[in-house]
């Protein structure tokens, strides 16, 4: 009976969640976990003193997990039958980052596309493949399906049939078969530049890719020819060595000689954001967007976005990714799913830049809060989410999102990820405060 109402609880949460923006959410429910942990604001879920539930109580549980590792694992028969089920699940997918095989206890007997990514990640293949095998039918219309078999087949050593599978989801790309036989690389999905077919119609709008890279010599030429092979024709790259200490910038300045579409420049470490500001004083485009220096654009992302905004009439929009390990296996750090949200793809209209201002210019988070600040200012619709994997990104030990100080596997940079969002997040709130 809990479970059933705690169920009904969840499609409410669901729909204020699609409905309302993270300021607004915490606006309406700052003293609840639930809808707390909805918008990753987990330590002030953790410290609510809201009358004890079972859901609220595996809410801050959650929390307390995301916060401080695995020590702080909750035991599930204190919580199975009597919480709902995507609470439930959300709890599972926290811990299997760290023990997939105690996330599994948590996972519901028909929950295979969950069980397929916990076998994964724990390494155990044939139980991976039997639980995909348990929900073929479902394959044909799921993209995470798709990336979590071709993971497998990776894994396996099966690598054609690992890029065959990819091929189905990553409709923009240029992938062949010059090596089925080999690990899967980013460079096997772009093509060399070459010679673009015209662009019909009127002269097309110039687009500002903006590169800021830091110690990236073996994967900045690679993200550049990747733009420079874009489908659209009228681009200009602003290149940014962020004072690396390897040769990341004579990278790029051999790449800028070789096409005039490029700008090599070199700053001080400020930081990734900091020189993203910088590339946006320097870009000259009607269009502004950005790609990782470890990451490759698909052949067709920019004339695709620029599509989606045209349409659409949205200030900017955003596509997901997916992500490669440098021995060529696919990667999902948080387990579930391989598939994610995107927004270093953000492309934007330059009158975004004047309503909006620039990127905060913190290490890490900021593009997650300017998307929220578009939406704050110029409106819920003005940024468009599209569903299309429109870039490949390099998952390495030493990157942002990875590393020891600032990535998502240390209890160091959980927090401060987590501190940096709250403190956005009531930004946000008191600015739209201020505006009524």
């Given at each position: 009976m809990l479970k059933h109402l705690f169920n009904i609880y969840q499609k409410k949460v669901h729909r204020l969640t699609r409905r309302l923006r993270a300021h607004e959410l915490y606006e309406k429910a700052p003293d609840n976990a639930v809808v707390l942990n909805r918008i990753g604001l987990f330590q002030t879920s953790l410290d609510t003193s809201a009358p004890y539930f079972s859901e609220f109580g595996l809410a801050r549980a959650r929390a307390r997990l995301e916060l401080h590792g695995p020590e702080a694992a909750a035991d599930p028969r204190r919580?199975?039958?009597?919480?709902?089920?995507?609470?439930?699940?959300?709890?599972?997918?926290?811990l299997?980052?760290?023990?997939p095989r105690a996330a599994a206890a948590w996972l519901a007997p028909g929950e295979w596309a969950l069980k397929a990514a916990f076998a994964l990640a724990e390494g155990n293949l044939e139980a991976g493949f039997e639980a995909v095998r348990r929900c073929r039918p479902e394959i044909r219309k799921s993209k995470d399906l798709h990336a979590i078999l071709a993971a497998l087949h990776s894994r396996a050593g099966n690598f054609s049939q690992s890029r065959n599978l990819l091929n189905e989801i990553l409709t923009n790309t240029r992938n062949s078969e010059n090596a089925p036989g080999s690990p899967l690389r980013l460079a096997d999905f772009i093509e060399e530049n070459g010679d673009l077919a015209p662009y019909p119609g009127e002269e097309p709008p110039l687009i500002s890719v903006i590169i800021c890279a830091y110690n990236a010599a073996p994967y900045v030429g690679t993200a550049l020819r990747s733009v420079l092979s874009q489908t659209y024709p009228n681009i200009e790259i602003i290149s940014i060595d962020d004072g690396s200490q390897d040769h990341t910038f004579q990278h790029m300045r051999q790449l800028a000689s070789e096409n005039p579409r490029i700008t090599a420049l070199r700053f001080p470490n400020n930081g990734a954001y900091a020189s993203r500001n910088i590339g946006m004083r320097h870009a000259r485009g009607s269009f502004i967007t950005f790609l990782d220096a470890d990451d490759i654009m698909l052949p067709q992302r920019v004339a695709s976005q620029l599509r989606a905004l045209a349409l659409s009439g949205a200030s900017a929009t955003v596509s997901r990714l997916i992500r490669i390990t440098e021995d060529g296996h696919l990667a999902a750090p948080r387990i579930f799913p391989f598939v994610r949200h995107n927004p270093c793809s953000l492309m934007m209209r330059r009158s975004v830049l004047r309503d909006v201002g620039d990127f905060d210019e913190t290490r890490y988070g900021a593009d997650e809060e300017y998307e929220h600040r578009i939406a704050l200012r110029l409106g819920r619709n003005a940024l468009l989410r599209t569903p299309d994997i429109q870039?490949?990104?390099?998952?390495?030990?030493?990157?942002?999102?990875?590393?020891?100080r600032s990535g998502l596997a240390s209890a160091e940079g959980r927090r401060a990820r987590t501190a940096y969002r709250e403190s956005w997040v009531r930004g946000h709130l008191h600015e739209a405060t201020q505006a009524r």
């Open positions: 919580y199975l039958g009597r919480v709902s089920d995507f609470e439930r699940r959300q709890y599972a997918l926290t299997a980052r760290w023990d870039t490949l990104a390099l998952h390495r030990a030493d990157s942002l999102t990875q590393s020891p």
